[in-house]
Structures are given as C-alpha cells and as structure tokens.
C-alpha cells in the first residue's frame, strides 16, 4: 500500500519500460536512475526533485495509479526499490526476469528480435536449434508495435518449436546511442548466460503466415488512423471547414469519424480551464490524446482548436504517431484583418480594450505552423471552394479520396488517379536538358543517421570532386540535425570517408521540396519509395531503390549517362523486389553495419560510373 506521505509520479511509457529493466535486474550494473553514463534517466518535476534534495522518498506509479517502486536520492543517482510488478498488459506472462530466463530456457541460442521475421530469417533460425526469441519491445525500438511484434514472434515460435521473452529495452534517442548499444549487449548478455547469442542476418521478405499481423500493423494509408487537425485564429473558418470536411466524409461514408471542435472540447472534456498560456496548453493535449486513442484504432479524428502554440502541436503529432496515425495538419491561414473583420461578437475588440486578457492574436501570440500539410485562406472564397484544397491535399497524400465541388467530379474510387495527374501537372518531373546544371541525387533511409549518410558520403569519397552531379540524403522520419550513427561513422572512417566530411554531415527530414529540387532519388528499402510517391505522384520515373536503380542501368543503352541515363530508367525500371532492400543496420551492431555498407559499396560501385559522364574509374 502507498503511503499518503510520499509524494507520487507516473513516469513516461520509456521511463516504465526502464523501470522495468531495473528492477529485474537486466540492467545491471545499473541499479538506478540517472547514474553516470547511463542512457536510463528520469525526469522530475522540480517540488519532486527538491523533495528527493531533503531526503525523502518519491513513489513512482503507472498510469492507473498502482505503486510500483520508490525512488531516493543516493550519490550515484536515483536508488531503486521495488514494490511490485505491473499487473495487466497484452503478453504479461513473456516479461520474464534474466535469472528466471536462464534457468527456465538453458541451453537455448537467443536471438533478438525487434521487427517482424523474415523468411530468409526463418530458415537460418531453423538450422540454429533450440531458440529463444528475445522480443524487444521497449518505447521507439520495435519497427512495429509491441504487441504486434510479440503476435508476430510468438507464432513464429509456434512453427519452429521456440519460446518468447519480451525485454522492455527502449530507445533513449540519437543522443545516446553508443549508451544505448552497450545497455543492449550487457541486457542481452544477462539473458543469454552462458548460451550463445546470435542476430538474425538481413533481408528477406514477410512469410505468407504473418501477412495478417503485417497488414493489420502496416496499413495502406487509406486505412490508417488519422488525425485532421485544424489551427487558425479565432474567426478563421477553421471550425466550419472541419464541419464541412466532416459531412463531406459523412456523407460519401468514406471512414468512421468523431469530431474534437475546440469550443466543444472546452464545455466538456476541459470545464474548469482558463485561457492562461498553461491551460490552453492542457486543453491541446487532452485533444492531442483521445485524437491519437481514436487513431490507434484506425479511426478518424477531426480536431479544430486554435492551437496557437508549435510546441504543443508538436506534443500531440508525436502522440498520433506513436499511437501509430498520421498526423495531417491544416494551416487556416486567414490574415488578423479578416478575422476581425468578421467578428460578430466583438472579441477582438474587447480584447484590443484589454477586456479579454491573452486573446490569441493580440495580446498573445500565435506561432504559425511551417510543417503544415495544406495551407488554407478563406478570404474571399466560399467554405466550398476552401474545402477542396483540403481534399485535394488529402488525396495527394493518399489518406483519403473525396468527391470535390464540381458537379462532374468523379466518384471517390477514380478520385485517386485524378489526384495524381493533378499532382503531375503541378509539380511535373520534367526531363532535365543536357547543360541544365549538376545532376541532383538525394538519397532516402528512414531517420538519415545510417544508411542514406552512407550513401551519400561514400559517395562523394568515391567520385571525388564533379562539377556534374550533387549528392543529398534526408530520412523519411528523419532526426533534425544529428550526426552519423556512430557504428556507421566508424565503418565510412574505416573506408576512407574524410573524418571532416562525416563530422560536418548533419541529418534531415524528407520534404516535398526536396524531392521535387532531385532529379533522381534514390531509397534504401521499397517503403521509403512509397513513402516518396505519397509525398510527390509525379516522381514515379525519377523514384527508385538503389539496388533496383542499379539493376535497371543495365537495362538501357550503355552510352547514356547522368540525367539521360535517370530518363531513360525511368522508363524501362526493372521491378522492385525484396533482394534491393538495404536493410536498416541501426543498434544492430559493427557486422550488421559492415553487411549494409558491403551492400551499399557494390550498388553504388554499379551505379556511380554510370551517373557521372566525367567520372574516370575510381568508383
């Protein structure tokens, strides 16, 4: 029983699965939060931290309110002392402690698994003998979620004869990788004992028994959860476009959809608020959260609150994220004139009288969105004719396929192709002239710390200075301004990369800008071209893995080079196949990124000479 004496705090889902890791002694030889060179940390709010300074005690809870462990202020860090276990959850029974694994599972190879097996990796974990897989299933490491993975990995253990544990081992963030990578190897280490421990080799495609966990885990886009969000000023339109939107998906029964309007939430799920900064600030975030609980199960959410904040509208796209949604956010950009304008109340100018205290727009700020999906004034145009530039976004992004205005739009089902060609039209991926300008590559990974860097890198080592050909990469969830991977920076020091030219790389997101500026992009995996042509249709000929770009060289005339080389490929491209994927070395260890960086090295060796016309043989 807690005390009501000792002060409680829930820490975050990352903070749990730690806690976890602690008092089950996987951890060790850390024992506690916040010890020198640890990646496991815990923030406290400063009266907790203070409370901890004078010697006291904190109760850590989880989010239903059970004490799970006390916490105390030592030299080293925070003390660890357990009080029980979490109760519930979805596999419970595979969180298994290390000493327990050993003794239940002696004898069995343990292998880590951290995205759904292969069949290429089915056969080599068949010929290891008896296996126990060690799902990872921590905060930010699983490729899918928790659950789908332990789904996954237990009815692969049901085909070959292995058990399961889950291991709660999370991701601390680019900050802390190398921490992050020996943490993985000393938990590892705990689990296997004296058993061997070995990592599944990469490639492969999903086997035919996983296809449902796969689809249900990776949803086309059209079936995804998503969160509509809507930001504007008081008066913008921004709750009558989000009404409009929904009856328009109501009414051609596209998908299930609840509504979040801002005046609503606040007579309900916020009563009691203020308009402080603080308070607007909660009021988002409880939108943010039942948005994303409505996303995580594939349903619809339209949220229309002022959101003036980018913090906060941050705060709520990661919670749809990690909910597994997409986060579309719409930018109703009306200017201040208009909206008060149109102020039928008068809020705007008992707020310039200043009989309304931080009124967004006077006398507090609103920070204008710069990641916006679609950028919307309705000066001037109809809810109508404003709408359609939101379904027209919609469609572009592949989430959803509305009927639009026009009386001869067609119906939903041929809205898709419509969208494309307009798409095309737009921001067409036109044949560069010879002379036109350097040949413009952009290489795509996921988060553009390991493999793209790669690329691009090794790259500019193996051509050396060209005035004809420019090389960029960018991640599809791309971290902002991180290094190289450090396993991977020591793999490019090892293969002649200048230190100075991977020091100086910083990572970056994938926009649409970028892949419009590239004449040619090339992806490390088939999803992150899929991810390219939801962004931009039109880059279907210029858009390619790089193993299948360097299978399809091969298809053309030998003589063509550089951007006749990428227009002729693109049309005559050889299919996509699993074998082109490079896949992802991260927290993987040095032999897995030496095998991404073989892969790498023999594609570009195909590709490069074939690129740049003034190339002489180095690459």
Known sequence: MSSPSVPQHCPTPRELDDLELLTSGAAGPIVGFNEPGSPITLDLPEALENHLDEGAEVELVDPEGLPLARIGRTLRGLSVTPLTHAQFGAFRSLHVPPDVARERYAGRTVVPVTDLVTDTQLEQLRGLGPVLLAALVGAGTPAVSPVGLLRATTKVASMIGAEVVAIPLTDHGPEADAADTALRQSVLAWYAGADDLVELAPGGATPPELADIEARERPAPVDQGLVLFFTGLSGSGKSTLARALMDRILEQGARTITSLDGDVVRRNLSAGLTFSREDRETNIRRIGWVAAEIARHGGVAICSPIAPFDETRQQVRAMVEQAGGRFFLVHVATPLEECERRDRKGLYAKARRGEIPEFTGISSPYEEPEDADVRVDTTGRSIEDALDDVVAGLAESGLMYLRTTDPGSPPPAAVAATARRSAARREANRPRPAGAGPLRVLFVCTANICRSPYMELRAKELLGARADIELTSAGTHGFRAHQVDPTMAAVLADRGVPDALVEEFASRRL???????????????????????????????????????????????ASLTGAALVNAVGHRRAGAVDAHDVRDPYRRGRSAAEASADQIDALLHAVLPRLSPSETGSA
């Open 511 to 557: 926009t649409r800008e970028l892949i419009l500026e590239a004449d040619l992009v090339l992806t490390a995996e088939a999803s992150h071209r899929a991810f390219v042509l939801e962004e931009v249709p039109s880059a279907f000929r210029k858009a390619f893995t790089l193993g299948q770009f360097a299978e399809s060289v091969e298809r053309v005339d």
